[in-house]
């Protein structure tokens, strides 16, 4: 049987990480990487009996490579504080690894709670490459959303994980804030520009996406809410890269004489 790592970062999860700790307190090891938290984190993670380090956070792609180079095992799991495995995939896991993967990597679907409730399980969910053979694979340098990459076969494994990160529209909206900011910078590394057309069409293409292909329809208003602000996402990614080549070629010119000086790129925390 192989045995598995599971990798997992954290800052101030003291609210999520016990449940996620919980869906695998049998796996050969749990790595914790700590950003120094001041809440209970620390001591959640002991009393599973974690491996422990704390590390500055250095972006989200670096810090789970970070996580994932002191790792003990071939075989990991990535999960993050605010995920957790359900008994189902839990049994497919420990299947699997009794058996001998044979694949570079496995796909899970997520569940994602949608507000006040969790999205119906016939709703079309999103797969991530979460465990996977580490000799053949490693996180990606993304500024957002860095996962996984592995070189080999992936499969994809049948039951869900759940996701408990988006408590509240306002919690999601200041995520689509985040996210939309941190992408900027990436989009201009790789030479993209933004059409202002694309903020015209884009949105409602996601929209469209999210609450019928996606099936979000079946999570009544809480799905409306969400397709809607999908939608606002895909606005904003692109908004902001429009703003973004607006400073740089206006500068101050634009503004009246005298006016504060501009405050770009802005300020937001990792």
């Known amino acids: 049987m192989e045995k598995l790592s599971v990798f997992i970062t954290t800052y101030n ?39 422990i380090h704390q590390e500055p956070f250095k972006g989200y792609g670096a810090q789970k490579q ?3 180079d002191k790792t003990a095992h071939r075989w990991v799991l990535l999960l993050d504080a605010d995920e957790m495995l359900s008994p189902a995939s839990q049994a497919e896991i420990r299947t699997l690894l009794a058996a001998g993967p044979t ?34 694979g490693r996180i990606s340098d993304m500024p957002i959303h860095a996962a996984p990459k592995v070189e080999g076969p992936v499969e994809d494994l049948r039951h869900p994980f759940y996701h408990f990160g988006e408590t509240s529209l306002h919690v999601k909206v ?79 010119r634009l503004m009246p004489p005298g006016a504060p000086p501009m405050q770009w790129p802005p300020r937001f925390k990792g």
């Open 103 to 136: 694949a570079a990597g496995y796909t899970l679907p997520r569940q994602e709670q949608m507000f006040w409730r969790m999205c119906d399980p016939r709703v079309r969910m999103n797969r991530f490459l979460r465990l996977f053979d580490k000799t053949r």
């Open 174 to 252: 200041d995520k689509v804030n985040h996210y939309s900011s941190g992408l900027v910078a990436d989009k201009q590394a790789k030479g993209r520009r933004a059409n202002p057309w694309i903020m015209v069409l884009y949105p409602p293409l996601a929209f469209l996406k999210s609450y019928f292909l996606k099936r979000n329809f079946l999570n009544g208003w809480a799905g409306f809410m969400a397709s809607t602000t999908m939608a606002f996402y895909a606005f904003m990614k692109y908004a902001k890269l429009y703003e973004a080549q607006q400073f740089a070629r206006h500068g101050e």
């Open 13 to 51: 999860n003291a609210r999520t990480l016990r449940a996620c700790l919980e869906s695998v307190k049998w796996a050969d090891e749990i790595l914790v990487l700590d950003s120094y938290s001041t809440d209970a984190t620390l001591q959640i993670a002991a009393a599973y009996g974690c491996v």
């Open 66 to 68: 970070s996580a994932l």
